[in-house]
């Protein structure tokens, strides 16, 4: 049960992980090293990081059996602390994500993470599972969005969207055909194109030509239908109870120059900072937004603006190549594993990371909100560097054993 093959190890993979990890503890002691309270925790993610690779061999040692065996009783106890968390966290800047225990502070929601992975690929490893009917794509939806609704009352809404974004990708693995996996997306079109629009009219075209081209079962349209109207009708209502930090968020994503001195201030100098790097940057160090400390957050959220500043456009393409490596061969890996439940774990991971990195990227450049979420093996932070690499070690336990039924 316990045993990793070291022969078998996708080295390619190995590879591109260990590079952002080292370019993660160069970057974060740069960004760290101009005087202030953040001095000094270069060397405490240089622990985590130990730390962190060392569970990565641990999990990919033992047997992914295991984990489907523990993938309910895992998912059970990631909610009881999502929900201990919302009690007895430590609350931050408004928001309860935090638990400690005595030295020890955890996210349980990067638990949560993994454990809804287990318990989705476990349920959709069924030969007899038949998506096309309500009873057999209902209850994953159920599992996706409880984890989601606990971490999005926190609130962290930001992390909270990375597991319906799992549960799409396993879906579409697990053979759900990609037009009814748009029409299931719909209320999600429903929710951006208000943002964007400040109406419903956009998507009541767009949600008639998605009836058109899909043609769904009279059980599946009514549910689209109820679900889509409730989601118009409080619309209003969500933004209205929306808070006042998200509602800023939304509103800087859509125009920062807005507010250049307040929400806006952080995408600003995120631009300026990548911008200012040009080509090959301004050199390791020397950074001027850094070190005059207009870049906020330089060391967790815009760590990749200090990638951009300091090293310039081929630092920061050398991170995306690293980033493309880790995302197609956690793919590939999916693809060659024999066993249902390996194949399925493997695109729960990679589109979690997926969806972590990109919104990292484009909310530096202001292409998507700012939403707190770290960059994965980058940013500062023990927790998240953890779960990072546990997760790249369930890809290697997928690779070591991809032969196994």
Known sequence: MIRLRVPYLDWTLAAATLGLVVMGLLTVYSATSIPGAHQGLWLKQLLWCGLALGAAWAVAAI?????????????????????????????????????????????PSEIAAIATTFVLARYFDNARLDLSRVSGWLPPLGLALLPFALVAKEPDLGTALSFPVMLVAMYFWAGVPLSRLLLGLSPVFNVVLFFLTGTVGWFVGLFVLLLAATRPRLPMLVVMLVLNVAVSVE????????????????????????????????????????????????GYLKGSQKALAFLPMRHTDFIYSVVGEEFGLLGSLTVVLLYAVVILRGFRLAA??????????????????????????????????????????LSYGGTALMVNCVQLGLLQNVAVRRQEF
């Open 63 to 107: 047997h992914y059996r295991l984990y489907d065996s523990l993938a309910w009783p895992l998912y059970g106890v990631s909610l009881v602390l999502l929900v201990a968390v919302l009690a007895i966290g430590t609350e931050r800047l408004g928001a309860k994500r935090w638990i400690e225990l005595g030295p020890i502070q955890f996210q």
């Open 235 to 282: 619309l209003p209502h969500i933004w209205h109870h929306m808070h006042d930090y998200q509602k800023r968020r939304i509103e800087t994503f859509l125009n920062p120059g807005n507010d250049p001195t307040g929400s806006g201030y952080q995408i600003i100098q995120s631009r300026i900072a990548i911008g200012s790097g040009g080509v090959v940057g301004k």
């Open 336 to 377: 060659m594993a024999r066993n249902g439940f390996a194949s399925l774990m493997a695109v729960g991971v990679v589109s979690t990371l997926f969806y972590h990195i990109m919104v990292n990227m484009l909310m530096t450049i202001g292409w998507a909100p700012v939403t707190g979420l770290p960059l994965p093996l």
